[in-house]
Every structure is written in C-alpha cells, then in structure tokens.
C-alpha cells in the first residue's frame, strides 16, 4: 500500500484522500500509523469505512474457526493492530461504519478515533442510518450520498 501510494505521489500533483472498505479500510488506517514511511505530506483525509481497528480481537474470537488457516498470533495482531501504534498528526482520519452494522464494527469505529485523539490525531467518526457492511459501499457511487460529501469536502 505504502508503494502504490507513493508510485501515485510521483505521478500526480496535489493532496491525496485514501479511502478503503473493510479489509481495505484497515490498511487505510494503518496508513495512518508512525510505522509506515510514505510521502506524509501528500496525505491529507483518510477515509477507513467498516474495518477492524483492533486484530487481537480477531485473533482471540477467530482462534477456533478462522484462525487455524490464518495463524494470526498474539504478536502479530497487535503489530498489525492500528490502535496499538502511534498515530501520526497532519493527516485526518474518518471511520465511517453503517447504523446497521454489527455491533462489533460499530464499537471498533468510535474506539480508534478516541484513542488517537488522546495522542493528538485528528480523527472522528461517523455512522451512516441504515447502512451496514455492504450497503454502504454503494453511496461511493452516488455523488449525492453522505459518504460521497464526506470523501470530497473541504480540506482541513
């Protein structure tokens, strides 16, 4: 991600947004964290819609199931774990989720956000009314949606 995002910086002028959905929306926030080396000033907004902030948690309710072919360990979730990093500051972080999502998205939106404001991040949150995972993706297609006004406002 950190390669495709300065390949883009080479090539193109100006401020740059990053928007990403669920597995996307993660490596979007982690964008945001003091590990990833990348051309910082371009970044301006990053859009995270519907993603996990927190791996551990993944790693503890996933370890019967889904974790025997991820093999995410305790070590590994929290190095890929954005609430576990330092955020950087100068770039705005937006976690949007939908009303209708499960409640576990819904807790991992707001949590991100209140950690790295204590850390001096600028970041929020937002919740879309009935959406849910996969619903909202389809206001990125709509210029008149909430999350296509949210995506093109104003600078900061």
Request: aromatic fraction near 2%; glycine fraction near 8%; charge should be positive.
């Amino acid at each position: 991600m950190v390669s495709a995002v300065n390949t883009l910086a080479d090539i193109a002028s100006g401020p740059m947004r990053l928007a990403g959905h669920s597995a996307g929306g993660h490596l979007v926030s982690r964008m945001m964290c003091g590990t990833r080396r990348c051309l910082l000033q371009r970044l301006h907004v990053l859009i995270a819609l519907c993603r996990s902030a927190d791996c551990m948690i993944c790693a503890r309710c996933c370890r019967l199931k889904k974790n025997a072919s991820w093999k995410l360990d305790a070590d590994e979730a929290a190095a890929e774990s954005a609430i576990c990093h330092q955020p950087r500051t100068g770039i705005e972080l937006v976690c949007v989720a939908g009303g209708d999502e499960r409640p576990e998205f819904i807790r991992q939106n707001g949590i991100l956000p209140l950690v790295w404001q204590g850390l001096g991040a600028r970041c929020h949150t937002q919740l879309l009314a009935k959406e849910d995972h996969f619903s909202i993706i389809a206001q990125m297609m709509d210029p008149d949606s909430q999350l296509s006004r949210l995506i093109d406002s104003p600078l900061a």
